[in-house]
């Protein structure tokens, strides 16, 4: 469970709600003031407008899968790379020690798909040119199918301050028209403001996280696989463990490479602190 997700989202509205409800005189909350901010027809043109333009420019698919994109963000697939590089180091050591064919006992142990699919190439002898291929050619659609999902909320975002620019104008004409009508003005200047409000609202509180929130979990399950690319085609060179795993390490980001040595120095202190320890106890005894 992504609880930054779910504290993120919580805090955005709970301190939008709260400016919108604070009485700096009384110094308390006054939840009346929240009336002032609900407006039905502003609703219809920026929901319901966006939700419009939504279904012109994108395909029924599109809408099936925002129920997935919401687990996704919420309680995501776990991608380690670090875990990877660790299967992919004792795959290749698998190899190197029984040959590649004792790879296929390995693979009904192996559940992500992109792995299992790749070694069962290897196994049946492929020639790696048409390995590699293959799995370029599966990256490049991942990255293709997954920038489509973020420009669907990217494209939402764009679409939902736009039609609140157009209540505004709405809400402008109405109070221009009626300009002798005090009840006509005001209920023209509610909607001009509040359409313009919502449409801010569902852009960056809704829309932009999630674009946002999808594209981080496309670069995890996407480093995931470039390094099981990389170090599937190494074991199929019969390339040395250790040298495998150096390779892949080398192209973790920074912060994957300072959190392996810090647990590295974090191993060192424990391993010297049970020598420093031993040492005490042997002078106690003594």
Do not use: W
């Not at 989202?9 to 308390?28: H, N, P, R, S, Y």
């Amino acid at each position: 469970m992504d609880f930054l997700s779910i504290l993120g989202f919580i805090l955005a509205v709970g301190l939008v709600g709260f400016g919108m409800t604070f009485d700096q005189e009384a110094m308390k909350l006054v939840f009346t003031n929240i009336r002032a901010f609900v407006d039905v027809p502003s609703m219809a043109i920026t929901i319901g407008g966006t939700i419009g333009v939504m279904m012109i420019s994108f395909p029924a698919g599109a809408f099936k899968k925002i129920g997935s994109h919401l687990k996704i963000i919420v309680r995501p697939y776990a991608f380690n790379p670090v875990q990877s590089i660790s299967q992919i180091v004792s795959l290749a050591t698998e190899a190197r020690m029984k040959g590649l064919l004792s790879l296929e006992d390995k693979l009904n142990e192996i559940d992500e798909p992109f792995l299992h699919n790749s070694l069962m190439l290897v196994v049946d002898s492929v020639d790696s040119e048409k390995v590699r291929k293959a799995m370029e050619t599966e990256l490049e659609q991942l990255d293709e199918r997954h920038a489509l999902d973020r420009r669907f909320y990217e494209k939402a975002a764009s679409y939902a301050p736009a039609f609140g620019m157009i209540g505004t104008l709405v809400g402008l004409i109405l109070m221009l028209g009626n300009m002798s009508d005090v009840d006509a003005l005001a209920k023209g200047m509610a909607v001009a403001l509040i359409t313009t409000l919502y449409g801010s609202l569902l852009a960056n509180i809704i829309f932009l996280p999630m674009a946002s929130k999808l594209k981080a979990r496309h670069e995890e399950e996407f480093l995931c696989k470039q390094l099981v690319m990389e170090g599937v085609l190494a074991i199929q060179e019969g390339e040395n463990p250790k040298f495998i795993e150096e390779k892949l390490f080398k192209l973790l980001p920074a912060s994957y490479k300072k959190t392996e040595e810090e647990k590295e120095k974090d191993g060192q202190k424990k391993a010297a602190k049970k020598k420093r320890r031993r040492r005490n106890n042997k002078e106690i005894v003594e």
